[in-house]
């Protein structure tokens, strides 16, 4: 399937839309990092990823780990979105009885391929699968999202290692470069120096990408899938990005809100949806 910019952009818009709409019901949740997943996560299900609603259990499927599990309202949107679950469903996050917890549970939902939440721990469990895949020859990628705080946790290095000692090259290592994380920013708490000149260094392939511009995730994630190294993308992001309430608050890890504001967010996303596709047609 070509890929066309318009399209996407209007699925990311609707998955945003969806993410307010899951934490809404809540009226809390953990908005800045969900945020700036929307427009990866709109690429990598509509453009990318070999998956099927009906058939979500294909050894030969690609995968995909949220190792910043937190953000799971993000990825229960994509997957409404999807069709793996009802958008009837995104209202009863964290409720009794639940589909969607807080964190994603494999067990609960489908679709979630790897249960996380334990920050620095989705990496590893990616590599096992991709090396799984190689072993019982089953195709499929696995695309792994890590948060940029998340890589403070050293176990990350050693899954990194591990997947460049063995040149899996079914296993891509997204980076949602959003320089923020609980406490503040990343380089007060802990400087990142280059993630690329790292990833190069520990043998992977690395690229960056502006996280918010869908051909330029959807051009780089080919990329990935046409190396022959195994591959870290670093994708610019910005936290609470498309949320007009979250991106005006410094600290917007995780905030408590209202259904006024999650309506105005909605219609401000399709504003700038709007806004987006006049202004490609007027090129």
Sequence with gaps: MKFCEKATKTVSAEIRKLTITCME????????????????LAVLYNDIMVVDPKNPKDKDRDYLVLSKGHCGPALYATLAYKGFIT????KTLNKGGTKLPSHCDRVKTNGIDISTGS????????SGVAMGKRLQGFKGTVYCIVGDGELQEGQNWEAIQHIAHNCLTNVVLIVDNNKRQLDGY???ICKQFSLKDKFNS???EAYEADGHNVKSIYETLIKARNSQKPVAIIMQTEKGFGC????INGFNHYMVFNSEQADSARAEIDRRLRNHLENTRAK
């Design 87 to 90: 958008k009837e469903d995104l």
């Design 119 to 126: 920050l620095g721990q989705g990496l590893s469990m990616a």
């Design 244 to 247: 007009n309430f979250a991106e």
């Design 202 to 204: 520990f043998g992977l």
């Design 186 to 188: 990343v380089d007060d």
């Design 25 to 40: 019901s809540a009226g809390y949740g953990h908005i800045g990092g969900s945020m700036s997943l929307c427009d990866m």
